[in-house]
């Protein structure tokens, strides 16, 4: 079932260190509520979760936010971008966050943007997807095995924004 799948990914994530919004140990029926609500909201058309499987096996997921402010229609945020620690490196994470970029633009969106931690965050993934730094905010939020971490924010444009 998809939900257990992703229920599982979130939790693994997160117990190695993944800053995920979530804290260390993450009781499965919590991570379970946040997905059950991620994916009523995906069937509000507010978000796109994309998952990349092997054989049955959901190995990665990101999640394409559309439901933004009235005065941004133009933009989307990149979020919960999340990898089994075994499957790391292989590109897969990158096939993902291209192909939530291609839903973004047939959405007509004109700019993507995400945060992701400062420590042990994908700040080097991002901008070798053409991400560009916008700042840092430091103290942001707890690290999932504890002290504080600093947040990275980043920008793209994509489509007719170029």
């Known amino acids: 079932e998809t939900t257990s799948s992703l229920t599982d990914l979130l939790v693994e994530v997160v ?23 991620s994916l009523a909201a995906a069937d509000r058309g507010e978000r796109v ?12 997921t990101v999640t394409l ?4 402010p009235q005065n941004q229609p133009h933009r989307a945020e990149i979020a919960k971008m999340m990898t089994r620690v075994s499957r790391r490196g292989q590109g897969i994470a990158r096939s993902l966050v291209i192909e939530a970029e291609h839903i973004a633009i047939a959405r007509g969106k004109t700019l993507l943007n995400l ?12 901008e070798r997807l053409g991400f ?9 939020a707890f690290k999932p095995l504890g002290g504080l971490t600093a947040t990275i924010i980043y920008w793209k444009r994509i489509g007719s924004g170029r």
């Open 15 to 37: 117990a190695n260190g993944g800053s995920v919004s979530f804290m260390h140990p993450l009781a499965p029926e919590k991570a379970r509520a946040f997905w059950e609500a």
């Open 49 to 60: 979760i994309l998952g990349a499987f092997d054989k049955e096996e959901l190995v990665s």
């Open 65 to 68: 936010l559309l439901d933004c």
């Open 115 to 126: 945060d992701t931690a400062a420590d042990e965050g994908a700040a080097g993934f991002y």
């Open 132 to 140: 560009h730094r916008a700042g840092e905010i430091p103290d942001y």
